[in-house]
């Protein structure tokens, strides 16, 4: 049967062309996505700033959850002090130096990380000149920001100035594009850290001949709390997105990889179910000549998998590179540090084959069923003609897959909060698949609509276009839905966000009651300056607004629908915000924030936690301090302004800079502006500020933006593929045609006609497959079944489509009819 399997594969080179390109191009998107997976354990960021450490030393940075893949904390986890002469006390170690960062700004807003002179060693930074800095005044700079020792720099932290005297001068470190380094003496650092009595981290240098790994797991052992690193895992301490990065990478990689590998799985299978189908006849005259339905199915079963694993193996080479590409992609995005290093292996390769292969081989079981059970005469019969009968398991299967994505997508009209919304999200695939299983029912429903308006052409074109599509129902939907899932992943993944972030700028605007929006140029504001601000003549509150991240866990911890998630929270002054904020409280008051331990909820996140005025509940602030909290009031602004409100007093101590990233300032008079501008500091507007969480979905946005257009990517290729496998079958259709009298211009304005009426088909399926998860996202964000549904968007994704199916079909029918009319019969 392998050479029977091998002589089908050369006498049908054009059929299973169009499977090796499926294949290969699914077998390179699933690399490309093992590779990220891998490197969200593997990679990292490359050691820089602490390679002359053996061992870092720091607190943990990120909260477990059973069976799944831990949540990083926002901001940086410390240690106490006593931690260093702790770990200085273990045997091998020579010294333990604590390291602490400071953002400073110089000139021209150049940043600007600042830490103790002692930590120089980590790096090691040498002098290439002048003296280590003894007074609180003096500075060791790198050689970026082009000083020398003797010159006066101006550094400000949250927007203070204070003057300093370069001492010396150390090499740069890193690329060009990182923070400028600062060493400061002991009592200038201490004075500008917010954490007094902590350190961010501990470099240890060995004793000679001491092994790091060994000296690693000592520390560990002999010190209770801390995480150590060694090696390249040295690189993923060094700041808070090297933290987070692989963490980030995880589970960005990981939810991207479950859509993109169903939709690249399902274009395999499509691809190959039109292979066989185009070759019921060799089927068929098989069966007539004695071939039994079993060799059959390992003939059809053994070609498919030569192919396919030529194909995958081909193909996971470039996805090696698309890896890459989308790497610097989610760099510039800011999700991951811009020198993350992947874990570049043969193992995502190995893996995309073997997922391909498997996909392909299963999908060539199922497909070999029909040709292989049908008896001989019967086989040949229906060889030229396509069965219009479904199955009754498929039509069951398809319209239960469609009424539960129905049914998902109408969740937000009975729960609240995440749990509802992500019903939704997932719903358009499930309508999708289903559609696809009953596609052939869908053409004929679509046709008693749009085969009239083809015969009212009253051209012969038009006549054979309408009896083609209702002839060939299953070649129809086989061209239909790729095309309808193009536009329906699109439109979900473009206008969904479009939807959340519009409402929470509404959300924003509409609860921010302040005169003055007030931000750093530095990025952000020390208190002594928001104390500046309140003392100007005509100001009459001022409220610093502190942002962050609290994890929350939601669910019984113990059942599956349990989810633990970072949700955004700010601190606010209680005794101001009532004339700088409107939350737009329902229950409670924000004045009662002024008590110790506690918060104010959105109404979304009271809903998940099923919490009310009175209650208690267990937070986890952004550097893993646990909290315990009684909740004081409930407000529906929560997508504007955070899932969770506190004092921003009781927060800045859980922030790594320990600085506001804004004030809501209310005052008159003329003079208030200027007053505040003269301070250093700008005054903004509530859209261009953002809405509580804004940077974080930007982050996600261009990341799911950059991840969309890889997809569509690949579906626009799928689609031509499969329509030009489809459109190349038919030149025995067209020949007769020909020979029947029709011009090759009217068979072109037939397939003209029939490529309109798919894409026609494939963008209002693809619109009517959304319409019920963005209605239900949108009525569980805003009350209001409207979602955002940007036109211009939309028409550029409608013309694409239209653009993309036509020519699929129009040009390989050109191609077919420049053969002379007795070659191609």
Same mark, same amino acid.
């Given at each position: 049967?392998?050479?029977?399997?091998?002589?089908?594969?050369?006498?049908?080179?054009?059929?299973?062309?169009?499977?090796?390109?499926?294949?290969?191009?699914?077998?390179?998107?699933?690399?490309?996505?093992?590779?990220?997976?891998?490197?969200?354990?593997?990679?990292?960021?490359?050691?820089?700033?602490?390679?002359?450490?053996?061992?870092?030393?720091?607190?943990?940075?990120?909260?477990?959850?059973?069976?799944?893949?831990?949540?990083?904390?926002?901001?940086?986890?410390?240690?106490?002090?006593?931690?260093?002469?702790?770990?200085?006390?273990?045997?091998?170690?020579?010294?333990?130096?604590?390291?602490?960062?400071?953002?400073?700004?110089?000139?021209?807003?150049?940043?600007?990380?600042?830490?103790?002179?002692?930590?120089?060693?980590?790096?090691?930074?040498?002098?290439?000149?002048?003296?280590?800095?003894?007074?609180?005044?003096?500075?060791?700079?790198?050689?970026?920001?082009?000083?020398?020792?003797?010159?006066?720099?101006?550094?400000?932290?949250?927007?203070?100035?204070?003057?300093?005297?370069?001492?010396?001068?150390?090499?740069?470190?890193?690329?060009?594009?990182?923070?400028?380094?600062?060493?400061?003496?002991?009592?200038?650092?201490?004075?500008?850290?917010?954490?007094?009595?902590?350190?961010? /981290?501990? &470099?240890?240098? $060995?004793?000679?001949? +001491?092994?790091?790994? *060994?000296?690693? =797991? !000592? %520390?560990?052992?002999?010190?209770?709390?801390?995480?150590?690193?060694?090696?390249?895992?040295?690189?993923?301490?060094?700041?808070?997105?090297?933290?987070?990065?692989?963490?980030?990478?995880?589970?960005?990689?990981?939810?991207?990889?479950?859509?993109?590998?169903?939709?690249?799985?399902?274009?395999?299978?499509?691809?190959?179910?039109?292979?066989?189908?185009?070759?019921?006849?060799?089927?068929?005259?098989?069966?007539?000549?004695?071939?039994?339905?079993?060799?059959?199915?390992?003939?059809?079963?053994?070609?498919?998998?030569?192919?396919?694993?030529?194909?995958?193996?081909?193909?996971?080479?470039?996805?090696?590179?698309?890896?890459?590409?989308?790497?610097?992609?989610?760099?510039?995005?800011?999700?991951?540090?811009?020198?993350?290093?992947?874990?570049?292996?043969? /193992?995502? &390769?190995?893996? $995309?084959?073997?997922? +391909?292969?498997?996909? *392909?081989?299963? =999908? !060539? %079981?199922?497909?070999?069923?029909?040709?292989?059970?049908?008896?001989?005469?019967?086989?040949?019969?229906?060889?030229?003609?396509?069965?219009?009968?479904?199955?009754?398991?498929?039509?069951?299967?398809?319209?239960?897959?469609?009424?539960?994505?129905?049914?998902?997508?109408?969740?937000?009209?009975?729960?609240?909060?995440?749990?509802?919304?992500?019903?939704?999200?997932?719903?358009?695939?499930?309508?999708?698949?289903?559609?696809?299983?009953?596609?052939?029912?869908?053409?004929?429903?679509?046709?008693?609509?749009?085969?009239?308006?083809?015969?009212?052409?009253?051209?012969?074109?038009?006549?054979?276009?309408?009896?083609?599509?209702?002839?060939?129902?299953?070649?129809?939907?086989?061209?239909?839905?790729?095309?309808?899932?193009?536009?329906?992943?699109?439109?979900?993944?473009?206008?969904?966000? $479009?939807?959340?972030?519009?409402?929470?700028?509404?959300?924003? =605007?509409?609860?921010?009651?302040?005169?003055?929006?007030?931000?750093?140029?530095?990025?952000?504001?020390?208190?002594?300056?928001?104390?500046?601000?309140?003392?100007?003549?005509?100001?009459?509150?001022?409220?610093?607004?502190?942002?962050?991240?609290?994890?929350?866990?939601?669910?019984?911890?113990?059942?599956?629908?349990?989810?633990?998630?970072?949700?955004?929270?700010?601190?606010?002054?209680?005794?101001?915000?009532?004339?700088?904020?409107?939350?737009?409280?329902?229950?409670?008051?924000?004045?009662?924030?002024?008590?110790?331990?506690?918060?104010?909820?959105?109404?979304?996140?009271?809903?998940?936690?099923?919490?009310?005025?009175?209650?208690?509940?267990?937070?986890?602030?952004?550097?893993?301090?646990?909290?315990?909290?009684?909740?004081?009031?409930?407000?529906?602004?929560?997508?504007?302004?955070?899932?969770?409100?506190?004092?921003?007093?009781?927060?800045?101590?859980?922030?790594?800079?320990?600085?506001?990233?804004?004030?809501?300032?209310?005052?008159?008079?003329?003079?208030?502006?200027?007053?505040?501008?003269?301070?250093?500091?700008?005054?903004?507007?509530?859209?261009?500020?953002?809405?509580?969480?804004?940077?974080?979905?930007?982050?996600?946005?261009?990341?799911?933006?950059?991840?969309?257009?890889?997809?569509?990517?690949?579906?626009?290729?799928?689609?031509?593929?499969?329509?030009?496998?489809?459109?190349?079958?038919?030149?025995?259709?067209?020949?007769?045609?020909?020979?029947?009298?029709?011009?090759?211009?009217?068979?072109?304005?037939?397939?003209?006609?029939?490529?309109?009426?798919?894409?026609?088909?494939?963008?209002?399926?693809?619109?009517?497959?959304?319409?019920?998860?963005?209605?239900?996202?949108?009525?569980?964000?805003?009350?209001?079944?409207?979602?955002?549904?940007?036109?211009?968007?939309?028409?550029?994704?409608?013309?694409?489509?239209?653009?993309?199916?036509?020519?699929?079909?129009?040009?390989?029918?050109?191609?077919?009819?420049?053969?002379?009319?007795?070659?191609?019969?």
């Amino acid at each position: 049967m392998w050479t029977l399997a091998r002589a089908s594969i050369a006498h049908h080179r054009r059929s299973f062309a169009g499977v090796i390109v499926a294949v290969l191009l699914a077998s390179a998107l699933s690399t490309a996505l093992g590779v990220l997976v891998e490197s969200g354990l593997r990679g990292g960021v490359p050691v820089e700033r602490l390679a002359g450490a053996d061992v870092v030393v720091g607190a943990p940075q990120s909260k477990p959850v059973p069976e799944d893949v831990p949540v990083p904390f926002s901001e940086r986890a410390l240690l106490d002090d006593d931690t260093v002469d702790a770990v200085a006390a273990v045997p091998g170690v020579n010294r333990a130096i604590a390291d602490v960062e400071v953002p400073l700004t110089a000139g021209d807003g150049i940043k600007i990380s600042a830490h103790p002179w002692a930590a120089a060693a980590l790096t090691p930074s040498a002098l290439t000149a002048g003296e280590s800095p003894a007074a609180a005044d003096q500075v060791v700079v790198d050689s970026s920001l082009g000083a020398e020792p003797g010159d006066r720099i101006e550094l400000a932290h949250g927007g203070v100035p204070a003057t300093y005297t370069v001492s010396g001068i150390v090499d740069l470190i890193g690329s060009a594009d990182a923070a400028s380094l600062a060493y400061l003496s002991p009592q200038a650092i201490g004075a500008l850290w917010p954490h007094a009595g902590s350190v961010a /981290l501990i &470099g240890v240098i $060995a004793d000679e001949g +001491t092994d790091a790994a *060994a000296l690693s =797991a !000592a %520390i560990a052992d002999r010190v209770p709390g801390v995480v150590t690193y060694v090696g390249a895992a040295r690189g993923d301490v060094e700041s808070l997105a090297g933290v987070n990065a692989r963490t980030n990478l995880i589970a960005l990689s990981g939810s991207l990889a479950g859509v993109a590998l169903i939709i690249a799985m399902f274009v395999v299978a499509s691809t190959l179910s039109l292979s066989i189908a185009q070759r019921r006849r060799d089927f068929a005259l098989l069966r007539a000549v004695g071939t039994s339905p079993r060799q059959l199915r390992g003939i059809i079963v053994r070609e498919t998998a030569l192919v396919s694993t030529i194909a995958a193996v081909i193909g996971a080479l470039p996805g090696y590179a698309l890896a890459q590409l989308l790497a610097d992609q989610f760099a510039v995005g800011g999700v991951i540090p811009a020198d993350f290093a992947l874990a570049f292996s043969p /193992l995502a &390769g190995i893996a $995309a084959v073997a997922l +391909t292969v498997g996909t *392909a081989a299963l =999908a !060539a %079981i199922v497909s070999a069923r029909g040709p292989s059970k049908a008896p001989p005469i019967e086989a040949l019969v229906q060889s030229r003609i396509e069965t219009p009968q479904l199955n009754r398991g498929r039509v069951i299967t398809g319209l239960s897959l469609i009424i539960t994505g129905v049914v998902a997508s109408l969740l937000p009209l009975v729960i609240r909060g995440e749990a509802a919304l992500a019903g939704p999200a997932s719903a358009a695939l499930l309508i999708t698949v289903g559609a696809a299983l009953i596609g052939p029912r869908i053409v004929e429903w679509s046709l008693t609509f749009a085969g009239p308006v083809l015969r009212r052409l009253r051209v012969a074109p038009g006549v054979l276009a309408d009896a083609n599509a209702r002839s060939f129902t299953r070649r129809l939907s086989t061209a239909i839905i790729p095309l309808a899932l193009g536009i329906t992943l699109a439109i979900v993944q473009l206008f969904v966000p $479009a939807t959340v972030s519009a409402e929470a700028a509404t959300q924003h =605007a509409e609860g921010t009651t302040a005169d003055y929006i007030v931000t750093s140029p530095a990025g952000g504001i020390a208190p002594e300056l928001g104390t500046q601000v309140a003392a100007i003549d005509g100001v009459d509150a001022v409220t610093p607004v502190i942002r962050s991240n609290v994890i929350v866990a939601t669910g019984d911890p113990d059942s599956e629908f349990s989810m633990v998630q970072p949700k955004p929270i700010q601190g606010i002054d209680p005794a101001a915000s009532g004339k700088t904020l409107d939350l737009a409280v329902t229950d409670g008051s924000l004045a009662k924030l002024a008590d110790p331990d506690t918060v104010a909820l959105g109404s979304n996140q009271a809903f998940e936690l099923g919490a009310h005025v009175g209650d208690s509940v267990d937070l986890t602030l952004g550097d893993g301090t646990p909290l315990t909290a009684r909740v004081v009031a409930i407000y529906d602004r929560g997508l504007g302004f955070g899932a969770v409100t506190i004092d921003a007093d009781a927060l800045r101590p859980h922030t790594t800079t320990g600085l506001a990233d804004h004030l809501l300032v209310s005052g008159t008079g003329d003079a208030v502006a200027g007053e505040i501008t003269a301070l250093g500091l700008s005054l903004t507007d509530a859209s261009d500020l953002g809405a509580a969480g804004a940077g974080d979905a930007a982050q996600q946005s261009w990341a799911s933006v950059i991840a969309l257009l890889v997809i569509l990517g690949f579906i626009a290729l799928a689609v031509v593929n499969t329509l030009v496998m489809a459109t190349t079958e038919r030149r025995d259709e067209f020949a007769l045609l020909r020979r029947l009298g029709a011009t090759p211009g009217q068979v072109t304005v037939m397939t003209f006609l029939e490529s309109g009426l798919i894409s026609v088909l494939a963008v209002v399926l693809g619109t009517v497959i959304t319409l019920p998860p963005l209605i239900g996202i949108a009525f569980g964000l805003t009350g209001q079944p409207i979602p955002v549904f940007p036109p211009i968007v939309y028409g550029m994704l409608a013309g694409s489509t239209l653009l993309l199916g036509i020519l699929s079909i129009v040009l390989p029918t050109r191609s077919a009819l420049r053969a002379p009319l007795v070659s191609a019969v």
